[in-house]
């Protein structure tokens, strides 16, 4: 964003008043950026900060429904990394309003662009070269998305085929698959152990994979490569060695 349009100039400003704990000065600031917007491109960014400050949840899905809206019409590159976010909060939204198939499937569409948020860059190869195609996750922007996308879809998962008539369908590519359950509760196990001794190492290399789960091929490679080199450094007790090599093992994973 360019920090000299007025509008991103205001909402700068907001966002230190927020961070000084100054909200409704905030809000202000960020109205201000709104009304003067000059285009899509400029309300989507307004909208997008004023959707924070909502009193409701139904105004908050309303304004966030607004900035997707503007930057659907704006359509290019300027655009591009917001829609991480924009679906994020809108599913977040929904989840508060007790939609949960909506949530999933906004939680869904996050995941599908997660690689565009600032911090994950692309840097994939080929897919019809090498089926495990990835972006490379970098900054912790980039992670905080991913650990967000991750946790709702597996919050909401269960939900959608209790309610799935309003839920939009998702375009092209099959639906990620998310983490079979018994391995996951295997796993939470592992890591609760960890966390209790204080592993650093095997938490270190476990917890981005894990927590970043979006149920995709190269999430699951990810996963497992992970597992697999806290496996193959033998510094667990026994019994958590031998239970890691069965998660390993595991056809589910």
């Given amino acids: 964003m360019d920090p000299e349009l007025p509008v991103v100039r205001l909402c700068g400003e907001g966002m230190q008043a927020e961070a000084e704990g100054r909200a409704e000065a905030a809000r ?27 009193t ?35 599913a977040h939204a929904y989840r508060r309003l007790g939609r949960p198939a909506l949530a999933h499937h906004y939680f869904q569409r996050a995941a ?5 948020a600032p911090g994950g860059r692309h840097d994939r190869h080929d897919a019809a070269h090498d089926p495990r195609d990835h972006c490379a996750h970098q900054g912790q922007y980039g992670d905080w998305n991913r650990f967000a996308i991750a946790e709702g ?26 983490l079979d359950a018994e391995v996951d509760g295997r796993i939470r196990e592992l890591v609760a152990s960890w966390c209790v001794r204080a592993d ?43 239970e890691l090599g069965a998660v390993i093992g595991a056809t589910a994973l």
């Fill in 200 to 242: 650093l190492k095997a938490l270190g290399l476990t917890l981005p994979a894990y927590l970043g789960y979006l149920g995709t091929e190269a999430d699951r490679v990810r996963l497992r490569s992970a597992l697999h080199m806290v496996h193959a450094a033998r510094w667990l007790p026994t019994d958590e060695q031998t």
């Fill in 56 to 90: 409701s949840t139904e105004e908050t899905l309303r304004w966030n429904q607004e900035c997707l809206d503007r930057a659907d019409r704006v359509a290019d590159e300027r655009v591009r990394e917001f829609y991480p976010s924009l679906y994020l909060n809108m």
């Fill in 28 to 54: 202000e600031l960020f109205q201000q950026a709104w009304d003067i917007a000059a285009d899509d491109y400029e309300a989507c960014i307004a909208a997008h900060y004023l959707a924070r400050h909502q």
């Fill in 112 to 116: 599908e662009r997660v690689c565009e």
């Fill in 153 to 178: 879809l597996r919050a909401t998962v269960d939900a959608v085929p209790a309610d799935v008539s309003d839920a939009p369908k998702l375009p092209g590519a099959a639906r990620p698959q998310p």
